[in-house]
T-cell receptor, first 115, second 113 residues
């Protein structure tokens, strides 16, 4: 079984301040982790992924995520938030099963960047 | 490369009617996934098709069904529509290759009156 938890329904941050959106996971074996962003009335857009290698992963739009195996976390970060970053963010974990990959999404965190 | 396309963009139905939603995956992708998203909330997994077969199904009643065609496009059918079926229905596709992200369409907004 696998699961993803996003403990915060909403995160508020002032424009220009650093932001963190939290994600913890549970999966057997090595985790394969993803972050997506969703703007209103749009589908999810891929931001970044961790498969192996460096624990700090850089992605689109200045976002990065830090993989922490001991804490089973994969938090999304950005050094300086923009108002345009306001959106819904989803964390996801992949597990290989029977030759296919099975994806589990978190419940999503709404990021509100305040001007 | 064309992305995942869904049609129609919006669909308005009344209770008891039937709805058909369509999805064309990215060229080369063999898997198609359907999700329901109500009120901008979390994704609820509906169905997963690969190579024309249903591989997995979420916790939804049998009136939610679908199929995948030989060209890997897919249809989602919802029978006997209920008010709570109003939602954004998202389609995603990926290749069988492991570790690649799903690619999403912009969804079909289904409204039940």
């Amino acid at each position: 079984a696998q699961s993803v938890a996003q403990p915060e329904d909403q995160v508020n941050v002032a424009e220009g301040n650093p932001l963190t959106v939290k994600c913890t996971y549970s999966v057997s074996g090595n985790p394969y982790l993803f972050w997506y962003v969703q703007y209103p009335n749009r589908g999810l857009q891929f931001l970044l992924k961790y498969i192996t290698g460096d624990n700090l992963v850089k992605g689109s739009y200045g976002f990065e995520a830090e993989f922490n195996k001991s804490q089973t976390s994969f938090h999304l970060k950005k050094p300086s938030a923009l108002v345009s970053d306001s959106a819904l963010y989803f964390c996801a974990v992949i597990r290989k099963s029977g030759g296919y990959q099975k994806v589990t999404f978190g419940t999503g965190t709404k990021l509100q960047v305040i001007p | 490369e064309a992305g995942v396309t869904q049609s129609p963009t919006h669909l308005i139905k009344t209770r008891g009617q039937q709805a058909t939603l369509r999805c064309s995956p990215i060229s080369g992708h063999t898997s198609v996934y359907w999700y329901q998203q109500a009120l901008g909330l979390g994704l609820q997994f509906l169905l997963w098709y690969d190579e024309g077969e249903e591989r997995n199904r979420g916790n939804f009643p049998p009136r939610f069904s679908g199929r995948q065609f030989p060209n890997y496009s897919s249809e989602l059918n919802v029978n006997a529509l209920e008010l709570e079926d109003s939602a954004l229905y998202l389609c995603a596709s990926d290749h069988r290759e492991y570790n690649q992200p799903q690619h999403f369409g912009d969804g079909t907004r289904l409204s039940i009156l």
